[in-house]
């Protein structure tokens, strides 16, 4: 914690991953509040390193929040990276804080991941935590500080759009919810902000994936892959929702290819494959890209073509519950 204190001073750039979610944006709102609190002398500026989903501009206007895409960071004092597991999530942003001199915070709630630690001053991951925001707000409490109302509710959403509006979660995501409520409350004003109807490109993504999908039986479990080139999480989803038990939706937008994948909860404790960990991970490095995140849900950025990605994220969880098979 004091570590921590003694490099929350001067210009500090609060950096959110591409695409940033809810739990992202909300994590570097609390954050900017923690460091100017801090330090009251310092300046904590939002940065959105590639932009923002539909459902977090639509935060961002409401709280208030005030962000850039383009910042200086030559003279920064500090960068803190919130929710990122690894560098490729941050675009340019990547290679800047590669081979910045100034100390390089990271907070998450991911499978700790070497390409951050080979570069973190401090690396605060806990993937036990449902949300960044959840780690954020512990660190308030380390502190030994109360979020303002409007930081309070900030990180309420941010825990409430990570953990599935609670669906998943430990006793401490409820511990920190419930002290966040009598901080920013209430919560159908929480809940209000994340409410949204997808858009109509979304919805066609998510029946175009439905149309493509093949279907692969592994151990008596079912492995749902297709490929759209945009809103893959949605389209993952949405292939769980339909009765699949793992998802993995690839698809390219320009030269990158963007793979995420999904499970039950059933899956993952049946099985404990690790999407994030196990799969991810590995197709990341197989395809000269990199990948992270949950047990039940992660993403990758990488090269390859879309059909070879499905393939071998197909394999790499065949080869889990074969291996597990033989051993039973």
């Not at 803190?80 to 001199?101: H, Y």
């Not at 570069?119 to 512990?138: F, G, M, N, P």
């Amino acid at each position: 914690m004091e570590a921590l204190r003694g490099v929350l001073r001067g210009r500090v750039l609060l950096i959110c991953h591409h695409n940033a979610d809810p739990d992202s944006i909300c994590a570097a709102y609390a954050v900017q509040e923690l460091v100017r609190r801090l330090d009251p002398s310092a300046v904590a500026e939002i940065v959105l390193s590639g932009g923002a989903s539909a459902l977090s501009k639509r935060i961002i206007g409401e709280l208030g929040m005030a962000t850039s895409e383009l910042t200086p960071a030559d003279d920064a004092d500090a960068f803190v990276v919130l929710d990122t597991a690894t560098l490729k999530q941050l675009d340019d942003w990547g290679e800047i804080l590669a081979s910045a001199e100034a100390p390089k915070v990271f907070i998450d709630h991911h499978s700790p991941h070497p390409e951050i630690s080979s570069i973190a001053s401090i690396y605060l991951a806990d993937e036990a935590s449902s949300s960044t925001c959840e780690v954020v707000h512990r660190l308030y409490e380390g502190y030994g500080l109360t979020p303002s109302a409007s930081a309070a509710r900030a990180l309420l959403v941010g825990i409430a759009y990570d953990s599935r509006h609670f669906s998943i979660g430990t006793a401490g995501t409820f511990r920190s919810t419930s002290r966040l409520l009598e901080a920013g409350g209430p919560m159908t004003e929480v809940t209000a902000l994340l409410t949204s109807k997808p858009v109509r490109s979304e919805n066609i993504a998510r029946l175009k994936a439905a149309q493509r999908m093949q279907l692969h039986t592994v151990s008596s479990w079912t492995i749902a892959t297709t490929h759209v080139s945009s809103y893959q999480a949605s389209a993952a989803r949405a292939l769980i929702g339909l009765g699949a038990d793992v998802a993995v939706v690839a698809g390219k937008d320009g030269g990158e290819l963007r793979a995420s994948l999904r499970a039950t909860d059933g899956f993952h404790r049946e099985t404990s494959i690790h999407l994030g960990r196990d799969v991810a991970m590995a197709l990341g490095a197989e395809f000269g890209g990199a990948g992270s995140g949950h047990s039940t849900a992660a993403g990758v950025n990488c090269g390859g073509s879309v059909r070879a990605v499905l393939l071998r994220a197909v394999e790499l969880i065949a080869n889990k519950l074969n291996r597990q098979s033989d051993q039973t």
